[in-house]
């Protein structure tokens, strides 16, 4: 790789010419390059995600679908809408159970990398693929699922310096090796008045991606009807405190260490999008965790059935079970957040509707 191509060379040319770069300019533009050129999933990949684990998971996404189509009223035509398909494999799955069942949906992806919208359109032959979820018209309801897709969206962080607020960059030390510090520029009226006096040091991060996303969303729901199924890892409440993180290999690696060839990640602020989206009439907003959402739709169930049609991998179909649903796994970090459009029934697997 020349010094040209090489994303580390090319930041460290950016700062020096024009300044240090916010750290939402730093996840944003490194994720572009990581994800433009590559397939990361799987083993020779750099992370696996819940539908890569087992087809139980997105067996029982399609269930779920399915389930709220019917208690709708079976409304024709029909979309299922997928953010960030990955290789196209939970849509498989889900597509699978839902045809099983009677469900029949038309298949839009929105996907930004050429690579992964190459494995998807071999995996489901007849998804529509998007560059955006704008490129939708309005014209039919949608049952849109995003797994793993907000994380990755730039988050920018603020923190309290003895000055007052300011952002957090990413800046070049003595050795030009990057380094996170505080941006000269006050940033105290971006703060809400309750969380202005927080401590020095408390740094709050806000994903503008995301609540643009979600209000697009909430808006393309009230307008047509549906409902969103949006899982990630992230908090229902509110939390101070950098969550930026960074994946190669299948390790933790340090978010700077790697510019364009590690996957970078926030931890999703579930209570401010779903604050946003009743904002923008919502009909509700139900949430819960990844183990409860799977159990409480039967995966148990599926396990056993699974089980009991592969002698020889019960043991293997019992350890994916454990890993998508106990809370010593992703069961506890990982949350299910449901946005249904107003008219539309109460969607299974959650227990009430999230607290205003």
């Not at 039967?298 to 293997?316: D, V, Y």
Request: glycine share 8%; charged share 20%; hydrophobic share 45%.
């Amino acid at each position: 790789m020349t010094p040209q191509t090489d994303p580390a060379e090319r930041f460290r040319r950016l700062i020096r010419d024009t300044g240090p770069v916010p750290v939402a300019r730093w996840m944003g533009e490194s994720n572009a390059l990581y994800y433009a050129s590559r397939d990361p999933l799987g083993a020779p990949g750099d992370f696996v995600t819940a539908p890569e684990i087992s087809q139980m998971f997105g067996e029982l996404v399609g269930l779920w679908c399915t389930d709220l189509w019917r208690r709708a009223g079976s409304p024709v035509p029909i979309r299922y809408v997928e953010l960030g398909p990955g290789r196209g494999t939970l849509a498989a799955d889900a597509l699978r159970a839902m045809a099983r069942h009677g469900l029949v949906p038309e298949v839009h992806f929105v996907e930004g990398s050429p690579a992964l919208a190459a494995l998807q359109r071999q995996a489901v032959p007849q998804a529509r693929v998007h560059g955006h979820l704008a490129d939708l018209d309005g014209s039919a309801p949608m049952l849109l699922v995003a797994n793993e897709f907000l994380d990755a969206l730039p988050v920018r962080q603020l923190v309290r310096t003895a000055e007052g607020w300011r952002e957090v960059v990413v800046t070049l030390d003595d050795r030009q090796d990057f380094t996170f510090a505080a941006g000269a520029q006050p940033m105290d009226a971006a703060l809400p008045a309750e969380r202005a006096d927080a401590p020095v040091g408390t740094v709050i991060e806000t994903c503008p991606a995301a609540a643009a996303l979600i209000a697009e969303v909430a808006q393309g729901l009230c307008r047509s009807g549906g409902a969103a199924l949006l899982v990630d890892y992230g908090h229902l409440d509110a939390r101070t405190g950098s969550t930026l993180q960074a994946v190669r290999a299948h390790r933790r690696v340090d978010p700077l260490a790697h510019p364009g060839a590690a996957d970078l990640t926030a931890h999703v602020d579930f209570a401010a999008l779903a604050q946003l989206a009743r904002r923008l009439g919502i009909g509700a907003v139900h949430a819960t965790t990844q183990g409860v959402f799977l159990e409480s739709l039967g995966i148990g169930a599926r396990a056993r059935a699974l089980s009991a049609a592969a002698p020889a991998r019960a043991e293997a179909i019992a350890a994916d079970r454990r890993r998508l649903a106990h809370p010593e796994a992703m069961g506890t970090l990982f949350k299910v957040m449901a946005l249904v459009a107003p008219g539309w029934p109460v969607p299974a697997g959650f227990q009430e509707e999230l607290a205003a």
